[in-house]
T-cell receptor, first 110, second 116 residues
Framework: SQQGEEDPQALSIQEGENATMNCSYK?????LQWYRQNSGRGLVHLIL?????REKHSGRLRVTLDTSKKSSSLLITASRAADTASYFC??????????FGTGTQLKVEL | DTAVSQTPKYLVTQMGNDKSIKCEQN?????MYWYKQDSKKFLKIMFS???????INETVPNRFSPKSPDKAHLNLHINSLELGDSAVYFC???????????????FGPGTRLTVL
């Protein structure tokens, strides 16, 4: 069965606003990753957070991880039109296998 | 200088045909993957190879057969194509976990398969 559920399924915001996406998962993990997929393209790795980390930053991205609640959030600050894409969380229990969430479609309007 | 490339980008074919999708990575990675993304964008792993050896084989019909001639290539052959095989297929690669790497994966651009 699918590991991750993402919320919301779709999000529409104005340029300059912050976007927050949430991911919940079911089993214990080794790390959690976030990927972006632009329309008609492959996935691009954004950020990885290990199970012993609680927060991580990369540029305008901030990821949090709460292993007790089995959830993670991705915050994109000061969004731009170019951030319009689908965002997926993916978890792994330690091996090579990544289990992806259902994705959040983000639309940033000018 | 494309990192992970796939061919073809689009594939339209009739039910019952046999087709192949090719994937190549020039990142020096040891592990390669095939994923299927359906119309609802749900992405599911199908296979993974590490140094030409199969390490992940999800519940996939045996009409799908991956082949890895070397660690830089992982091809996907599909026999007797069915309507339900229509999807976007992504190839990906990552470093070997035994070398201390995390399994960040690098994806190809995808192959959109349409079975008529």
């Amino acid at each position: 069965s699918q590991q991750g559920e993402e919320d919301p399924q779709a999000l529409s915001i104005q340029e300059g606003e912050n976007a927050t996406m949430n991911c919940s998962y079911k089993t214990s993990i080794n790390n959690l990753q976030w990927y972006r997929q632009n329309s008609g393209r492959g996935l691009v790795h954004l950020i990885l957070i290990r199970s012993n980390e609680r927060e991580k930053h990369s540029g305008r991205l901030r990821v949090t991880l709460d292993t007790s609640k089995k959830s993670s959030s991705l915050l994109i600050t000061a969004s731009r039109a170019a951030d319009t894409a689908s965002y997926f969380c993916a978890t792994t229990g330690g091996g090579n296998k990544l289990t992806f969430g259902t994705g959040t479609q983000l639309k940033v309007e000018l | 200088d494309t990192a992970v490339s796939q061919t073809p980008k689009y594939l339209v074919t009739q039910m019952g045909n046999d087709k192949s999708i090719k994937c190549e990575q020039n990142l020096g990675h040891d592990t390669m993957y095939w994923y299927k993304q359906d119309s609802k964008k749900f992405l599911k792993i199908m296979f993974s190879y590490n140094n030409k050896e199969l390490i992940i084989n999800e519940t996939v019909p045996n009409r799908f057969s991956p082949k890895s001639p070397d660690k830089a290539h992982l091809n996907l052959h599909i026999n007797s194509l069915e309507l339900g095989d229509s999807a976007v297929y992504f190839c990906a690669s990552s470093s070997d976990l035994s070398r201390g790497a995390y399994n960040e994966q690098f994806f190809g651009p995808g192959t959109r398969l349409t079975v008529l």
